[in-house]
């Protein structure tokens, strides 16, 4: 299958490593993957920050770069439920603008294309053993888009848990929010990070080696506490671990 | 935010404490957040009627249909408010009520202190209720020389403690038992009946002590204040229900009631009460059924009271129900599940949101209520919609389906497009926001960005790690207790041009 890569701005910038791992494992599952090189970003920050007149051109940027495929990945459930969720009411704003009155139609052609990875896996590909391995402890933390607003459910769970090797430890209060929140955690950092340090705690509990995630936004966060507090946790994104082979160092 | 002790002679004469003055949220949030006691208060109470709440709605098959009729029949509400209001003001009267409508809070006042006053009386008895806190109804009597008494446990330990409520439902959750016997010793005997000698921290002791306090108070009373929880358009019909019985006291005891009720409190039918009398309870205490539901109708002669004042309140619900995305506010039910599930209010409680209603409901309803659809707010009132990480915990379980999350990035918007034309040259963040806007809008400035951020990551950053960033800065916030990873050195993008398609191998 040919499917095309949106690879979210911050992952771009600040964690290449992730995009790198979802081109390995869908290459090493067989698939073509595709990257047009359009794209920039979805639009959540400015979105969720009360600058939405700003993401009319992003969002006009995003419907045009991907409208030519049928399947889209995104290794962040986060962008996927801006994507799916909230691009058609800024479609809505452009058309009540008087900016874009096309807007409408062609978010609603892309943005139902657009997939979670662990949807893709999951849903598009019927699979849950990727014949990934992964001889560690590992610690799941569930974020709140891709569950409450995308709704994966347990497939990135599935997922972990099929892989060779791998430990997987509960982690407590594993529903309750990290804190990241976007901008939320500059402009009210004092309590993104007691939400933090609370999950910190959580994930130290477990003794995993390692903690992973569908979204690397969240990941950076409490991976920056664990840092801080010198902790050896690594955070890893759950693309990172379905494309280990074990033969990595 | 807790007065401090005082003596007794200025206490008696001095207005009860007000929202007024409480910074914008980050401010007072990082206040709470210093407060050890409230924190662990706040995350013990939260957590148990978390789980409660939880069990009790998984008994029900049905909950989500539940739901999405306690929308709907809220919905149509709205859409058919001014007939509906008509209906009820003609009920009411027809069952021997008097009805009187109140643009805003000064009116609603005053006439609840004009109705007193007529009716001789120089104090009330008060039946929990957020419309009257929300106008500061106590405040106002008080200074027209009426005494005002609380009758719920918990809004009476709030009161006693010259304190602020910090919750919807439970406005002491704050305070653990050892705090609420401190503040009984103190403050009940300068107001009536003192606390029993040798009083504990025993939750039936503690009770027992509220009881003889208010009984005095029950029975002297000629004229009750209430809310109301619903208000029933067909036949006139008032709800209130509650936990303590105090309600049903104020209800039926004193000659005179007076309810002020939020006009969007009604249901157009008495069937409809059906839905709301499942969800509410269930998402409140996490009860099947409240113990006391009192319903009344007009008056009626030789049982209760025998006069009866309903006064319908505006206060901005107008205005809010002019916003097409706002207005699903207005559905609220006031049943606080919202606040229990938030990760933010357990973190920092209710006083932190600067209004008696606090937590995800607060964030939005607050900001409507105080106008921000007409008219730029105050800073604190426009800290409220960023209050949230928008986790989305409050909507999966609002039983009337308010999508808070949504609400909450609208009101955003209202509040930069306000800040945007009140400031001639844009804010920091507005310039940060539009840097980033302009850089994003074609993929070479972002990747011309991203070259410049992965040279800057060489300079900056010591094993890919940055500490900390020069100056304060609009992210400074951040890096007080987190690091962060520095920029890639080459971004996902130069290395799938470098490699060609992600085919030519991993360095």
């Known amino acids: ?4 890569l949106f690879i979210g701005c911050y992952n771009d910038a600040l964690f290449p490593e992730v995009g790198r791992a979802v081109v390995r494992l869908l290459q090493r599952l067989g698939h073509e993957v595709d990257f047009p090189l359009d794209q920039t970003c979805c639009g959540q920050m400015h979105f969720n920050s009360g600058y939405q007149d700003a993401c009319i051109p992003l969002v006009q940027r995003f419907t045009a770069a991907f409208a030519g495929f049928d399947v889209v990945v995104t290794p962040s459930g986060s962008c996927a439920s801006m994507v799916r969720r909230y691009h058609p009411l800024v479609a809505g704003l452009a058309a009540e603008q008087g900016v874009d009155t096309g807007l409408a139609g062609l978010v609603a052609e892309v943005s139902p294309r657009v997939y979670e990875l662990s949807e893709l896996l999951v849903d598009v590909l019927g699979l849950t053993d990727v014949g990934a391995r992964f001889p560690h402890t590992v610690a799941f933390h569930p974020t709140c888009h891709s569950t409450r607003l995308l709704g994966v459910g347990d497939r990135p769970t599935r997922l972990l848990r099929a892989v060779a090797g791998v430990t997987v430890v509960d982690l407590p209060h594993a529903a309750s929010c990290c804190g990241f929140g976007g901008t939320f955690a500059v ?12 999950k910190v705690d ?4 477990t003794g995993a080696e390692v903690l992973t995630a569908a979204d690397t936004s969240c990941l950076m966060h409490i991976g920056g506490l664990l840092s801080r507090r010198g902790s050896g946790v690594r955070v890893m994104h759950l693309a990172e671990i379905l494309a280990s082979t074990g033969a990595e160092a | 935010m807790t007065a401090g002790p005082e003596p007794a002679a ?6 009860e ?6 910074p914008p949220f980050p401010e007072a949030a990082r206040t709470a957040l210093a407060d050890g006691q409230l924190r662990q208060n706040l995350g013990r109470a939260t957590t148990t009627i978390r789980t409660k709440r939880a069990a009790v709605v998984a008994e029900r098959a049905d909950w989500e249909q539940l739901r999405l009729s306690g929308a709907a029949i809220k919905d149509a509400v709205l859409r058919d408010l001014p007939a509906l209001l008509d209906q009820l003001e003609a009920a009411v009267t027809t069952a021997g009520g008097v009805v009187h409508w109140a643009r805003d809070a000064a009116e609603a006042n005053a006439i609840v202190a004009g109705i007193t006053r007529a009716a001789g009386a120089t104090e009330v008895v008060k039946v929990k209720s957020m419309a009257t806190q929300e106008i500061e109804l106590n405040e106002a009597l008080r200074r027209e020389g009426i005494d005002v008494w609380e009758t719920d446990l918990a809004e009476m330990i709030v009161q006693l403690g010259h304190d602020l409520p910090s919750h919807i439902l439970v406005p002491a959750i704050h305070r ?21 000698v040798g009083l504990t921290n025993e939750p039936g002791e503690l009770a027992e002590a509220a009881r003889l306090h208010l009984r005095e108070k029950f029975l002297r009373a000629r004229v009750a204040v209430s809310g109301a929880n619903f208000a029933v358009a067909e036949t006139g019909t008032v709800v209130v229900v509650e936990s303590e019985g105090n309600g049903r006291m104020c209800l039926t005891l004193p000659e005179t009631l007076i309810t002020v009720m939020g006009i969007e409190k009604l249901v157009p039918t008495w069937r409809d009460l059906e839905v709301f009398l499942q969800l509410l309870p269930r998402s409140a205490t996490a009860e099947r059924m409240n113990p006391y539901t009192s319903l009344w109708t007009g008056v009626t002669p030789g049982d209760g009271p025998r006069a009866f004042h309903l006064i319908l309140l505006d206060n901005g619900r107008t205005d809010t129900l002019s916003d097409a995305t706002g207005r699903q506010a207005l559905r609220c039910i006031r049943c606080s599940a919202c606040l229990n599930v938030c990760p933010v209010y357990e973190r920092t409680g209710g ?3 600067g209004s008696v209603y606090p937590g995800p409901i607060g964030a939005i309803l607050t900001p409507q209520l105080r106008g921000i659809a007409k008219h730029p ?5 426009a800290s409220l919609p960023f209050a949230s990480s928008l986790c989305g915990a409050c909507f999966d379980v609002c039983p009337v389906r308010i999508d808070i999350p949504e609400v909450l990035v609208h009101l955003r918007g209202q509040v930069v497009r306000q800040s945007e034309a009140s400031h001639r040259l844009p804010t920091p963040e507005a310039f940060g926001m539009g840097l980033a806007a302009w850089t994003l809008r074609t993929p070479r400035r972002l990747a011309m960005a991203e070259r410049l951020a992965g040279l800057g990551s060489r300079l900056v950053g010591r094993h890919g790690t940055i500490r900390r960033i020069p100056g304060p800065g609009p992210i400074g916030g951040w890096f007080r207790s987190r690091n962060l990873r520095a920029p890639a050195r080459e971004s996902f993008r130069a290395w799938w041009r470098r490699t060609g398609s992600g085919r030519g191998g991993e360095s």
């Open chain 2, 10 to 15: 200025t206490r008696r004469l001095r207005p």
């Open chain 2, 377 to 381: 707010v105050d800073k604190q009132t």
């Open chain 1, 187 to 198: 402009k009210n950092a004092d309590t993104s990070v007691a939400m933090g340090l609370d």
């Open chain 2, 176 to 196: 653990n038992r050892s705090e609420i016997r401190d503040i009984f010793v103190d403050e009940m005997v300068r107001v009536g009946r003192a606390a029993p």
């Open chain 2, 17 to 22: 404490p007000t929202f007024r003055g409480t």
């Open chain 1, 202 to 205: 959580d994930v130290l509990a």
């Open chain 1, 1 to 4: 299958m040919r499917i095309a």
């Open chain 2, 351 to 353: 006083q932190a949101y």
